[in-house]
């Protein structure tokens, strides 16, 4: 696996983009229009994320699972390799939510 992949970080990094691919053009378009509104709830930003975290699943039996704790172990990593990814990554997205905040 090292050897196709380069290495451990690039390896996590793939199985990572493999879900955010997938995950992330729908939040997107779903934080562009909860954007819209003049303020919203942080209830409002998780209702927003649920369907698209649970689509997930149909990628892989507990998709949603495995991506979560993927996510959990790349921020609570001391390197914080999977932290530049996702900001270089899909900065844009995440930027909806931060700049409100």
Known sequence: MNYHFGDKNSLVQAILDHYLVHLMPEVHEQLVKLNIKASF????????VKAPLLSLNTLHPNGMHS???LIASGYSDVQGHLRWFIVNHYGKTLALL????
Do not use: D
């Open 67 to 69: 991506f979560l704790l």
């Open 98 to 101: 931060s700049n409100r905040w």
């Open 41 to 48: 709830s942080v209830e409002e930003v998780l209702t927003t």
